[in-house]
């Protein structure tokens, strides 16, 4: 069972970037599916954005579609999420989950993934 860990969380001003890392523990990384939530205090677990396992196609939230871009180096077992524009809303711990599977698409949905990290926290202050 693959384990992934979340980092490159922190403090962040409006405007500016983060990058996230979620990288697994385990032999092999290839064959999971990977996405992105976040929570923020009082709130569900809402999805971020998504890849797929070979990298060839990525799914996002409408709230930080075009801000940013999630990817993958399955040779180094990571998953990035690259977040640009941040906002004072994007403040939540973020979460990376992993599914292996076959299937050629990526997973959108918290229950749909069965192995979490233990989430990062990201904060963007006004």
């Known amino acids: 069972q693959v384990q992934p860990a979340e980092s490159g969380g922190g403090l962040v001003q409006a405007g500016g970037s983060l990058r996230l890392s979620c990288t697994a523990s385990?032999?092999?990384?290839?064959?999971?599916?990977t996405g992105w939530f976040r929570q923020a205090p009082g709130k569900e677990r809402e999805f971020v954005a998504a890849?797929?396992?070979?990298?060839?196609?990525?799914y996002y939230a409408d709230s930080v579609k075009g801000r940013s871009t999630i990817s993958r180096d399955n040779a180094k077992k990571t998953v990035y999420l690259q977040m640009n524009s941040l906002k004072p809303e994007d403040t939540a711990v973020y979460y990376c989950a992993v599914r292996e599977t076959n299937f050629y698409g990526a997973y959108v949905r918290v229950h749909e993934y069965d192995s979490w990290g233990q989430g990062t926290q990201v904060t963007v202050s006004s």
């Open positions: 385990g032999p092999t990384f290839s064959r999971y599916s």
């Open positions: 890849i797929n396992w070979s990298g060839s196609s990525t």
